[in-house]
């Protein structure tokens, strides 16, 4: 029993595959505009895809020739407003789903009870949708999908449109309710990837660029947008004797050699990545001589004050220094600077997925 | 001096909304938008003034229940509620239609069924007699199945449907394009079938715009008269509304028909005030 997805959406430049095993929550990441709400759309039934099909336990959602509408498909979809039932009470919002699919009223309401206290939302029970706070909306808007008992649970950024501090408790519930279930969640935020899914899987213009568990794209990012989430620096290119030559897209200039540690499984002419911490970065304003390290010439951006230290962004690389030190550099934006990294902080790996 | 006393309240009033501390002050409205404004006023109040005092109010009341004024009134009381539930059993499904479906020629049909709006209502009124009319396009059939329609009551609620349908239309399209499809997204996606949705979700969601709606055909439906006298012609008892008995006595008894006048306008003055407690209260399907 699983759900599979095989698409293509031309206007959106969308083409996926994806699969999720039972019990699974996929979490859907990358940039603005890479398609991760059209995914949803097509799997919910509110887009219809130009390519490809999708099955959910043996049952094809749309396929050649093929469509299900969106209430015969057993998908629920949470987005990130509340969107209850203004005329309905908690409660009776909760019990629309199993009503919906033909539960008597008791029925509907026993289930109801059951998925609002699931969702610390018990006491709500009476109250009407206009006098709730958003993070008590968003609860009962959690219980209702739930008591819709679908095979998949979709979960549009779910957590964005609230405070932050209301978020942290909201997302522990969360994830409490997801173990085991199978679910897809789009997120922007990586804490959603790391305490909700069991996978992650990045989107770059409508491809899948990336995937694997949290722990392995944090440890080892492949794409800027995973760097970026794990505040790594990361250059592009291929394997080259004693490290890596960067590409064309890598910001540097090309045919540039970073030295640094290559993974044992790595062969020469790979398309590969280097990484590395901004914090192992040394900056220099000229050109720091008779050491075994990798310096790279650039361009200050921006300098970024982060927490106890400066960061100093140049181009797509960051390099962290104390507030002092950059001050005493005299930094400024549309300078030029020296990065200055040791190849022993650098490590370098293949740029796809193994398998 | 008084002149200038009243233009500098004018500009207290203008300038600092009144002037009670503690209110929010708005920017204010230059004086000459205000003289546009009174005279605008004064072009609807003023006639209606002018009426009420050339009213014969001690014989008001035996004007008012005359016979035929009787029979005009309840006349115009029956049609205009059958053409007001025609129009939302109508026009209901043809706003969802407009906002909802997606087809080629819904902008034409759009544009066609607003026409009424725009229409004299005796083109109408003769565009009804040349489709119900004895030789009309469908009159005929009618014809042959003993059925008349043009000249009776029938005809009366027609015409006033006609003229009344689109204002029942575009309040509640508007409505559900406001309200947009998220909700119903979202019921669609629990299992709910169209027709769920229809009855639990948009439906409800529809209903302050239907009421407003309603009540501005009853008020549309109840004022007809170009349509009604083409179509209807204006037999006393069967198709002489209100409106075509004021005009008949205006030229008769003119303190008749100004009786007559005053109460249409005291039932239009309550049907304004209803319609504008609706909208005022946008929450009314919101927490008590």
Redesign the interface.
């Known amino acids: 029993m699983t759900f599979s997805i095989d698409a293509g959406l031309e206007d959106r430049g969308l083409e996926l595959q994806l699969a999720l095993r039972e019990g699974e929550t996929v979490a859907l990441m990358g940039e603005n505009g890479a398609g991760k709400s059209s995914v949803l759309g097509l799997i919910?039934?509110?887009l219809r895809a130009d390519r490809g099909e999708a099955v959910l336990d043996g049952r094809p959602l749309f396929g050649p020739g093929q469509w299900l509408?969106?209430?015969?498909?057993?998908?629920?979809?949470l987005?990130q407003?509340a969107?209850l039932?203004?005329?309905?009470s908690v409660l009776e919002n909760v019990a629309?789903?199993p009503r919906?699919?033909g539960k008597s009223r008791s029925a509907a309401r026993a289930q109801a009870r059951h998925w609002l206290t699931e969702a610390e939302a018990a006491d709500l029970a009476d109250r009407?949708?206009?006098?709730l706070s958003g993070g008590q909306a968003q609860r009962v808007a959690i219980a209702?999908?739930l008591a819709?008992d679908p095979a998949l649970l979709?979960l549009d950024e779910p957590l964005a449109a609230l405070d932050v501090a209301v978020a942290p408790v909201i997302r522990r519930m969360l994830r409490r309710v997801l173990a085991g279930r199978r679910a897809v969640i789009v997120t922007h935020d990586l804490l959603d990837a790391l305490l909700l899914a069991d996978r992650v899987v990045v989107l770059d213009n409508g491809r899948v660029a990336e995937e694997g568990t949290p722990q392995q794209l944090l440890a080892r990012p492949r794409s800027s947008f995973t760097a970026g989430l794990a505040g790594l620096n990361l250059i592009s290119g291929h394997a080259v004797e004693g490290g890596l030559r960067a590409g064309e897209r890598s910001g540097l200039p090309a045919g540039t050699v970073v030295a640094g540690t290559r993974a044992g499984q790595l062969l020469d002419g790979e398309p590969a990545v280097a990484a590395f911490r901004p914090a192992a970065v040394s900056v220099f304003t000229s050109h720091p001589h008779g050491s075994p390290r990798n310096v790279l010439e650039v361009i200050v951006d921006e300098l970024e004050p982060a927490s106890g230290h400066v960061l100093v962004r140049a181009g797509q690389l960051a390099a962290e220094v104390t507030p002092a030190a950059a001050a005493e550099l005299g930094l400024h934006p549309g300078g030029a600077a020296f990065f200055a990294v040791k190849a022993s902080e650098v490590s370098v790996y293949p740029a796809r997925t193994a398998g | 001096m008084t002149n200038r006393d009243a233009m500098a309240a004018a500009s207290r009033v203008a300038g600092r909304g009144g002037g009670r501390s503690g209110r929010s002050a708005p920017v204010g409205l230059p004086l000459w938008v205000f003289a546009g404004a009174l005279a605008g006023a004064l072009l609807i109040v003023l006639p209606l003034l002018a009426m009420a005092l050339r009213t014969n109010w001690s014989g008001f009341l035996p004007l008012v229940t005359s016979s035929s004024a009787l029979a005009a009134l309840g006349l115009s009381l029956r049609t205009a509620a059958a053409s007001t539930v025609l129009c939302v059993l109508l026009g209901t499904p043809l706003a969802l239609v407009l906002a909802r479906a997606r087809f080629r020629g819904l902008k034409l049909l759009r544009a066609l069924v607003l026409l009424p709006l725009v229409l004299p209502p005796v083109v109408g009124g003769m565009a009804l007699l040349y489709t119900f009319g004895r030789r009309g396009l469908l009159g005929e059939a009618f014809e042959v199945a003993g059925i008349g329609i043009a000249f009776s009551t029938a005809a009366v609620v027609l015409a006033q449907t006609f003229v009344a349908l689109p204002f029942l239309v575009l309040s509640v399209e508007a409505a559900l394009r406001t309200a947009g499809t998220k909700f119903e997204t979202a019921a669609a996606t629990l299992g709910a079938a169209p027709g769920t949705v229809l009855r639990r979700v948009t439906l409800p969601l529809l209903l302050p715009s239907l009421a407003s709606g309603t009540i501005l055909c009853f008020a549309r439906a109840l004022g007809e008269f170009g349509a009604t006298l083409t179509f209807a012609g204006s037999l006393a008892g069967v198709t002489r509304t209100l409106p075509l008995e004021i005009y008949l006595q205006h030229e008769t008894d003119p303190d008749a028909a100004i009786a007559l006048s005053m109460l249409l306008v005291g039932t239009a003055v309550v049907i304004v005030a209803l319609t504008y407690s609706r909208t005022a209260r946008p929450g009314s399907g919101g927490a008590t």
Do not use: I, T, Y
């Open positions: 919910a039934g509110l509408p969106p209430h015969q498909r057993s998908v629920a979809l987005s407003e969107l039932f203004p005329q309905l629309f789903g919906s699919q009407r949708p206009a006098s209702r999908a819709a979709l």
